[in-house]
Nanobody
Framework: QVQLVESGGGSVQAGGSLTLSCRIS???????MGWFRQAPGKGREGVAT???????SYITSVEGRFNISRDNAKNILYLQMNSLKPEDTATYFC?????????????????WGQGTQVTVSS
């Protein structure tokens, strides 16, 4: 059974850093993965993706501050977040695609975690 479990959220001041982790079960490196977020009263937003062949993409607002990576040996997906801003406050979700599929939009991701809260204060 596929399971995605996020951890690492918390409260930080602006300019601080957090690293989110997503433990993955029953998914291997052949699946593209991504991080999404949803702020109160707003729709879900794609933050970063890492495709099964290794390419990465980010939304403009986090480029240069966030880094997505995966440890295939440990089955963990990471999101390193630096220089955090209050507008980064949201619930963050990890997601996975079917095998051998390039995925970018949230509609293309099949499996989702429950989310972890990130709060950035000014």
């Amino acid at each position: 059974q596929v399971q995605l479990v996020e951890s690492g959220g918390g409260s930080v001041q602006a300019g601080g850093s957090l690293t989110l982790s997503c433990r993955i079960s029953e998914i291997d490196s052949s699946s593209s993965m991504g991080w999404f977020r949803q702020a109160p009263g707003k729709g879900r937003e794609g933050v970063a993706t890492i495709q099964w062949q290794g390419s990465k993409s980010y939304i403009t607002s986090v480029e240069g501050r966030f880094n997505i990576s995966r440890d295939n040996a440990k089955n963990i997906l990471y999101l390193q977040m630096n220089s955090l801003k209050p507008e980064d406050t949201a619930t963050y979700f990890c997601a996975a695609c079917r095998r051998w599929t390039v995925c970018y939009s949230d509609q293309s991701f099949e499996y989702w975690g429950q989310g972890t809260q990130v709060t950035v204060s000014s």
